[in-house]
């Protein structure tokens, strides 16, 4: 979850730096896609962060359940909703004519 928000907040220059050496290069013959771009970068990023709240909500569940299953919901919802617009916006970066 710490690494998503690193990410997504751009602490230091990771962002841009993961950006830059990962998410922005060739995949073999295949182009950089949604996460090359700013706006997907982000998504995928809390995308992270959503996951992190799933386990957390597992972590958690061990000492209050009310509290656990609250936490594991929102990252459900989180991972849900941010999946869809990962799907998305690489489907659009992918029939996008260069």
Do not use: C, Q, W
Not at 50 to 67: N, R
């Amino acid at each position: 979850m710490l690494a998503g928000v690193v990410l997504a907040l751009n602490l230091l220059g990771a962002g841009d730096f993961v950006m830059r050496h990962v998410t922005m290069r060739y995949l073999g013959s295949l182009p950089p896609g949604f996460a090359g771009s700013k706006g997907g970068f982000r998504v995928y990023a809390a995308l992270v962060v959503a996951i992190g709240f799933l386990f957390a909500g597992f972590g958690l569940a061990e000492t209050s359940v009310d509290m656990g299953i609250i936490v594991f919901a929102v990252g459900a919802v989180g991972f849900i909703v941010l999946s869809v617009l990962a799907i998305r916006g690489e489907i659009a970066a992918a029939t996008r004519k260069p």
